[in-house]
């Protein structure tokens, strides 16, 4: 069975069932040891993905059906890193909304378990099977609050909107089975690649995963849910949803699509960049609209994702693979970044928020430098970070996508490189807007209070801020891990 190769999941889930237990016992109404008991598991969990990421080959366990290579670990580490530093953001927030309860901690370490079953499945069966671990989870996060009438609508669409995309996904990997005969991913990429099975049946079968794939990544058209979600769901459960999961998407579409399905390239990139381009579009242009913060940051990742998916289908040029390394490890970059940036955006919305008062309209940033100009200037740094502007991390992720796009020197990769410059700077709009609410206009109402600031979550908040601009002017580390992590996921 190779149980070692699944340690850091058994940790987790055994810490889960402790926490549930602990949390039984626990009056502080602070609920400190269950907050503490849940961070030092976060941190042995991320330690011990850390340790294995230098592993040489991958190691399959339980009978072939999970497999432990750098690419899953890296994810795993990065999502687990993601959960605990919302979970310090949020500690403040969900106490003053009478959120502090175990259920909080305990779901979102079981929707952790989902994502690093996602990340490191090598069967149909286990990525259907961490999706659905992960995404129970986060309906019932966004439920949470039963008294609370927006929650609860957000719930109930995340969740029939997210069963909807589990079948589509189901369906398409049945489609799948039926024509490779294997819910082993290695088995499905031999098959396919020996042009065995019957090519309209893996096509249309394609189709219903892309669709899936979409639907989790929030890619538009399939991006119904996430303003709505976003916008009504508490901003810890938004940033929960908005971190760890958009990871766990990206390990499920390498894992499925290039580990599996790389005999048809050519068919899902084709679907790709249509993904890209009206996502991008959607994104960008439906952003500028906005009134509420939340759901400008919601169109804001339908954009981002788009600009992701751009990398995606530069992989496979004329039939070669030469420029996958390239373009997937652009495309994870580009995902890490991403979820960097927006983990310090909601934190500092949940930080200005307070109790009887929602920070989550964009006016509400107005004058925010004449309360709290540290505060201004971080926000400053992710702003620009999504708008792509130097030196900030978020300009060399986006340089690094470009770069994939133009080195296959195929026209039409030319021409979405170009569209996706253009559609940037259609972008860039709504995020310097900010900047200028928060430097140029003078509050307003609500927004003129002082903003809550706690120690521990200030300097969880700089630490972000400065790892953004770090990464921005050296990002050669992270690139070389991510770099390294696809490339051993292609070797094997």
Same mark, same amino acid.
């Given at each position: 069975?190779?149980?070692?190769?699944?340690?850091?999941?058994?940790?987790?889930?055994?810490?889960?069932?402790?926490?549930?237990?602990?949390?039984?016992?626990?009056?502080?109404?602070?609920?400190?040891?269950?907050?503490?008991?849940?961070?030092?598991?976060?941190?042995?969990?991320?330690?011990?993905?850390?340790?294995?990421?230098?592993?040489?080959?991958?190691?399959?366990?339980?009978?072939?059906?999970?497999?432990?290579?750098?690419?899953?670990?890296?994810?795993?580490?990065?999502?687990?890193?993601?959960?605990?530093?919302?979970?310090?953001?949020?500690?403040?927030?969900?106490?003053?909304?009478?959120?502090?309860?175990?259920?909080?901690?305990?779901?979102?370490?079981?929707?952790?378990?989902?994502?690093?079953?996602?990340?490191?499945?090598?069967?149909?069966?286990?990525?259907?099977?961490?999706?659905?671990?992960?995404?129970?989870?986060?309906?019932?996060?966004?439920?949470?609050?039963?008294?609370?009438?927006?929650?609860?609508?957000?719930?109930?669409?995340?969740?029939?909107?997210?069963?909807?995309?589990?079948?589509?996904?189901?369906?398409?990997?049945?489609?799948?089975?039926?024509?490779?005969?294997?819910?082993?991913?290695?088995?499905?990429?031999?098959?396919?690649?020996?042009?065995?099975?019957?090519?309209?049946?893996?096509?249309?079968?394609?189709?219903?995963?892309?669709?899936?794939?979409?639907?989790?990544?929030?890619?538009?058209?399939?991006?119904?849910?996430?303003?709505?979600?976003?916008?009504?769901?508490?901003?810890?459960?938004?940033?929960?949803?908005?971190?760890?999961?958009?990871?766990?998407?990206?390990?499920?579409?390498?894992?499925?699509?290039?580990?599996?399905?790389?005999?048809?390239?050519?068919?899902?990139?084709?679907?790709?960049?249509?993904?890209?381009?009206?996502?991008?579009?959607?994104?960008?242009?439906?952003?500028?609209?906005?009134?509420?913060?939340?759901?400008?940051?919601?169109?804001?990742?339908?954009?981002?994702?788009?600009?992701?998916?751009?990398?995606?289908?530069?992989?496979?040029?004329?039939?070669?693979?030469? %420029?996958?390394?390239?373009?997937?490890?652009? $495309?994870? /970059? =580009?995902?890490?970044?991403? *979820? @960097?940036?927006? +983990?310090? !955006?909601?934190?500092?919305?949940?930080?200005?928020?307070?109790?009887?008062?929602?920070?989550?309209?964009?006016?509400?940033?107005?004058?925010?430098?004449?309360?709290?100009?540290?505060?201004?200037?971080?926000?400053?740094?992710?702003?620009? %970070?999504?708008?792509?502007?130097?030196?900030? $991390?978020? /300009? =060399?992720?986006?340089?690094? *996508? @470009?770069?994939? +796009?133009? !080195?296959?020197?195929?026209?039409?990769?030319?021409?979405?490189?170009?569209?996706?410059?253009?559609?940037?700077?259609?972008?860039?709009?709504?995020?310097?807007?900010?900047?200028?609410?928060?430097?140029?206009?003078?509050?307003?109402?609500?927004?003129?209070?002082?903003?809550?600031?706690?120690?521990?979550?200030?300097?969880?908040?700089?630490?972000?801020?400065?790892?953004?601009?770090?990464?921005?002017?050296?990002?050669?580390?992270?690139?070389?891990?991510?770099?390294?992590?696809?490339?051993?996921?292609?070797?094997?």
């Amino acid at each position: 069975m190779n149980w070692a190769a699944v340690t850091p999941e058994i940790v987790l889930l055994t810490m889960a069932c402790v926490i549930a237990l602990v949390d039984l016992f626990v009056e502080d109404e602070q609920r400190a040891p269950t907050f503490w008991l849940t961070q030092a598991t976060l941190a042995a969990v991320a330690l011990l993905h850390l340790a294995r990421l230098d592993g040489a080959e991958s190691v399959y366990a339980m009978q072939g059906m999970v497999v432990s290579d750098p690419l899953g670990h890296l994810l795993a580490f990065f999502a687990t890193v993601a959960v605990m530093i919302t979970i310090g953001y949020s500690r403040a927030y969900i106490g003053a909304r009478e959120m502090l309860k175990g259920e909080f901690f305990t779901l979102s370490l079981f929707s952790l378990l989902g994502v690093c079953v996602m990340v490191s499945a090598n069967n149909f069966l286990v990525v259907y099977l961490g999706l659905e671990l992960m995404s129970l989870s986060l309906y019932a996060l966004v439920a949470l609050r039963r008294d609370h009438g927006t929650s609860t609508e957000a719930a109930m669409k995340y969740f029939v909107l997210g069963a909807l995309a589990s079948g589509f996904l189901l369906y398409g990997l049945s489609m799948m089975y039926g024509a490779t005969g294997s819910l082993d991913i290695q088995r499905v990429f031999e098959v396919i690649g020996r042009g065995q099975a019957n090519q309209s049946v893996l096509v249309f079968g394609l189709v219903f995963v892309v669709a899936g794939l979409a639907f989790k990544f929030g890619a538009a058209p399939f991006h119904m849910w996430v303003p709505d979600v976003y916008h009504g769901a508490p901003t810890a459960v938004t940033l929960l949803i908005a971190g760890a999961p958009k990871l766990a998407a990206f390990g499920m579409t390498m894992r499925l699509l290039v580990e599996g399905m790389l005999g048809l390239a050519m068919d899902w990139q084709q679907m790709l960049s249509v993904l890209a381009i009206v996502s991008l579009l959607i994104g960008n242009l439906a952003a500028i609209a906005q009134t509420n913060l939340k759901r400008m940051l919601a169109y804001s990742a339908i954009a981002q994702i788009g600009f992701m998916l751009l990398a995606l289908t530069a992989g496979v040029v004329s039939g070669n693979t030469l %420029s996958a390394g390239n373009a997937y490890s652009s $495309a994870l /970059f =580009y995902m890490v970044i991403y *979820v @960097l940036t927006t +983990l310090g !955006t909601f934190g500092l919305v949940m930080l200005l928020s307070r109790q009887g008062f929602e920070c989550d309209e964009i006016s509400d940033l107005a004058g925010l430098n004449q309360r709290s100009p540290w505060m201004a200037g971080v926000m400053a740094v992710f702003m620009f %970070s999504l708008a792509g502007i130097p030196p900030t $991390a978020g /300009f =060399y992720a986006k340089l690094a *996508v @470009l770069q994939a +796009l133009i !080195t296959t020197n195929q026209p039409h990769h030319l021409w979405l490189a170009v569209f996706a410059v253009l559609i940037s700077l259609v972008g860039a709009f709504y995020y310097i807007r900010i900047v200028k609410l928060m430097y140029f206009d003078e509050p307003t109402g609500d927004a003129a209070a002082p903003s809550q600031e706690g120690s521990g979550a200030n300097a969880l908040l700089a630490a972000n801020g400065a790892a953004v601009l770090l990464l921005g002017i050296l990002p050669g580390g992270l690139m070389a891990l991510c770099s390294t992590a696809i490339l051993r996921a292609l070797a094997t």
